[in-house]
Nanobody, 117 residues
Framework: QVQLVESGGGLVQPGGSLRLSCAASGSIGSIYTTGWYRQAPGKQRELVAT???????NYSDSVKGRFTISRNSARNLAYLQMNSLKPEDTAVYYCYAGLVGRAAPVWGQGTQVTVSS
């Protein structure tokens, strides 16, 4: 059984920073991709950032240059460092992990990020 738990969300002022963490537990095996999506009320869930097992990263245009995705495979952790936050970054952020041998990714429960003055 695999579980992902996000943490680090909260309320932050525009221009501020947050770091989200995603902790994986259970019989994880090998992760070929991991990343973050976000969803604001009334909007579709959108990709924020991904990182492959080889360390290749991908970012949405809206966060590129401000957010950094990283991982610590040995500790089964993934991170999203968010800098220069904007009100439009407000959303529930979800981490996911694509696991080798599993047809569907594993998702966390989400953590709320609110950027407001």
């Amino acid at each position: 059984q695999v579980q992902l738990v996000e943490s680090g969300g909260g309320l932050v002022q525009p221009g501020g920073s947050l770091r989200l963490s995603c902790a994986a537990s259970g019989s994880i095996g090998s992760i070929y991709t991991t990343g973050w999506y976000r969803q604001a009320p009334g909007k579709q869930r959108e990709l924020v950032a991904t990182i492959t097992s080889g360390g290749i990263t991908n970012y949405s245009d809206s966060v590129k240059g401000r957010f950094t995705i990283s991982r610590n495979s040995a500790r089964n952790l993934a991170y999203l460092q968010m800098n220069s936050l904007k009100p439009e970054d407000t959303a529930v952020y979800y981490c996911y992990a694509g696991l080798v041998g599993r047809a569907a990714p594993v998702w966390g429960q989400g953590t709320q990020v609110t950027v407001s003055s």
